[in-house]
């Protein structure tokens, strides 16, 4: 079995290979040299549906989207794209639905580039193999993250649970039904997670799916639901989603698995929307501070927060996780349209 979620680095490297005979074979038989190191759990082919598993010492698992449905259980270490002579476009349909997994991709050649870097990983199996996408937030980088998250919910949590009871006496005494507000989101590696906010809507008119989005002065917000809409108050028990692992201080926005861009679902609308699931979602994101808070109504503004999701996830470091929280304390005590 793979392991779940990310995990430590392990003695042994799980691989996954994409790409059947010959060209796969080849690749499992150079990983076999190293028994200790490396452990194949299989083969996956664009073109299934035309192999045979005659002539393969791993089982062939299924074609392309198989293979993502076992990396959304259960991440590899490695996924090697092994299709030596692929045409571009067959090759670029493969790379367009593997990069949004939160794991590194490598694409074998069977020949060596002039002056191409050689890496750990190449000069450990004495082939060519080019990185496609890498894993983000591994290493030192993850426990950096993993710190800033824990310490971060722990202090806040604590400075701010005098303001957590009294908003929660407050909701009782505006309406009727519970405290808090539970919805089904999209986690790390496209893991559905359940996200705490305070309830802010009345109970019989909530939309549990988040397919209706929330307009200005919309009739379904309670007198202080709009005050904590404003000041982004009903975020606040999404720190014990932080504490729990389940999503980070800063990171790309969790949205509910209903969500909507015009009449679309964001995975349909956007071009490898996914990848924005590659990390935890945060409670705040560089998308946000850059102005795309609040209500999305055309698939452009749509794109461009992913984007801005896009390169946080790319270029995260401390710094801009500190500069994204100031710039939202800035944001909510300052400048507030759109929030509603």
């Known amino acids: ?89 067959r090759l670029r349909a493969i790379v367009q639905k593997v990069i949004v997994l939160p794991v590194d991709v490598y694409l074998a050649m069977d020949i ?22 890498r894993q983000p937030l591994s290493g030192s980088n993850f426990w950096v993250k993993w710190m800033e998250d824990k310490v971060l919910s722990v202090i806040l949590i604590t400075c701010l649970s005098p303001l957590f009871l009294l908003i929660a006496g407050l909701i009782k005494l505006d309406s009727r039904g519970p405290v808090f507000f539970v919805q089904n989101r999209y986690g790390f590696n496209d893991q559905v997670i359940r996200v705490f906010k305070f ?13 209706i989005r929330t307009s200005r002065n919309d009739p379904r917000v309670t007198r202080l639901g709009r005050y904590l809409r404003n000041f982004s108050l009903d975020e606040l028990p999404q720190l014990f989603n932080v504490l729990f692992g389940e999503m980070s201080v800063v990171g790309p926005r969790a949205h509910a698995t209903a969500m909507r861009v015009g009449d679309e ?76």
């Open 112 to 133: 060596i580039p002039p002056g191409f870097s050689r890496g750990p990983v190449q000069d450990d199996l004495g082939m060519c193999l080019m990185p496609i996408s």
């Open 1 to 89: 079995m793979l392991h779940k979620g990310r995990r430590a680095p392990a003695a042994k490297k799980k691989v996954l290979i994409l790409g059947g005979a010959p060209d796969g074979e080849k690749i499992v038989q150079k990983l076999r040299e190293k028994p200790d190191v490396y452990e194949v759990i299989g083969i996956f082919d664009d073109r299934w549906k035309r192999l045979e598993s005659v002539g393969h010492t791993v089982p062939v698992l299924g074609c392309v989207d198989d293979m993502i449905a076992v990396c959304r259980q259960d991440l590899p270490d490695m996924i090697i794209i092994a299709i030596f002579d692929a045409g571009r476009e």
């Open 265 to 340: 679902l964001y995975e349909k609308a956007i071009d490898c929307y996914s990848a924005r699931h590659r990390v935890r979602p945060g409670m705040t994101g560089l998308a946000q501070v850059e102005g795309y808070r609040g209500e999305i109504t055309t698939r452009e503004a749509a794109q461009k927060r992913v984007d801005f999701d896009l390169y946080y996830i790319t270029h995260w470091s401390f710094l801009l996780d500190m500069k994204i929280i100031f710039r939202t304390f800035k944001i909510v005590l300052f400048s507030r349209e759109n929030a509603f």
């Open 199 to 211: 309830r802010t809507m009345y109970q019989e008119k909530g939309d549990a799916t988040g397919a």
